[in-house]
C-alpha cells in the first residue's frame, strides 16, 4: 500500500464540470503540496496547505488532517486544466517529500 | 531568468556514454533535489542537498553520481547507464523542509 494514494487514476470531463481530485495519506505530516503536470513533463506548484481550505481561481484545495485526506476541487474546468494532478506530503521533519501516483485528467470541450 | 532551469530538455545516449545533466536556480533557496519519473509511477527521490552537503541519498545505483558546487547549481553525472534508466529527471528547490518546492521542467533521458 502507498504511503499516499489518489483517486481517481484517470478522470475525464465536459468543460464546465466540477472536478473533484482526492488524496489519503498514511503518514503523519506537516503540510500537503498539489502539484499538476503539463504533457511534456513540467511541474507546477498550485498549493501548499497544512489545514483548512486554500483558493486561488477556479482551484481550491481542502485538507483534514484527522482524518488524512486532502480534495483538489475544479470549478467550471476547461479544456487547459488536462493535466496530471499530483498529492506529495512531506515526511515530517524532512525534506523528503512523498508522491502519490497522480490523477490524470482530461477536458473535453 | 527566473526559477528552475534544466540543461539538456532531451538526451540519448548509449549505455558505454558519460554525460551530465545540469540544474539551476535562481529563487535564493538551501535545498535543492534530483527526482526520477518513470512512467506510470510516482515520482522518486533521489538526492537531497541541503546548504551544499548531500542529506539523503535513497539508495541510488553508483551510476547516477550528484554534484552540488554551489547552492544554486545540481549536476547529476551518469555512466554506464542501463536502458531502464531512461525516464524524466526532475530538479527542484526549495527554502527548507515545510516550503513548496519549484520543479524545472525536467530532463527526458532515454537510454539505448
Known amino acids: 500500500k502507498n504511503e499516499v494514494e489518489q483517486s481517481p487514476q484517470n478522470l475525464t470531463a465536459q468543460e464546465g464540470e466540477f472536478i473533484t481530485i482526492n488524496c489519503s495519506y498514511s503518514v503523519g505530516i506537516s503540510a500537503l503540496h498539489w502539484l499538476q503536470q503539463h504533457p511534456g513533463g513540467g511541474i507546477v506548484s498550485l498549493f501548499m496547505l497544512s489545514s483548512g481550505k486554500k483558493k486561488h481561481g477556479r482551484l481550491i484545495a481542502t485538507i483534514n488532517i484527522q482524518e488524512k485526506h486532502s480534495s483538489l476541487h475544479i470549478t467550471a474546468s476547461h479544456p487547459r486544466d488536462s493535466a496530471v494532478y499530483i498529492c506529495a506530503v512531506p515526511l515530517y521533519n524532512t525534506d523528503k517529500l512523498i508522491f502519490g501516483t497522480g490523477t490524470r485528467l482530461q477536458v473535453f470541450p | 531568468e527566473t526559477g528552475v532551469t534544466q540543461t539538456p530538455r532531451h538526451l540519448v545516449m548509449g549505455m558505454t556514454n558519460k554525460k551530465s545533466l545540469k540544474c539551476e536556480q535562481h529563487?535564493?533557496?538551501?535545498?535543492m533535489y534530483w527526482y526520477k519519473q518513470s512512467a506510470k509511477k510516482p515520482l522518486e527521490l533521489m538526492f537531497v542537498y541541503s546548504l551544499e552537503e548531500r542529506v539523503e541519498n535513497n539508495s541510488v545505483p553508483s551510476r547516477f553520481s550528484p554534484e552540488c558546487p554551489n547552492s544554486s547549481h545540481l549536476f547529476l553525472h551518469l555512466h554506464t547507464l542501463q536502458p531502464e534508466d531512461s525516464a524524466l529527471y526532475l530538479c527542484?528547490?526549495?527554502?527548507?523542509?515545510?516550503?513548496?518546492?519549484?520543479f524545472g521542467p525536467g530532463t527526458r533521458l532515454l537510454v539505448l
Open positions: 529563487l535564493g533557496h538551501n535545498a
Open positions: 527542484a528547490s526549495s527554502q527548507g523542509p515545510y516550503e513548496t518546492q519549484y
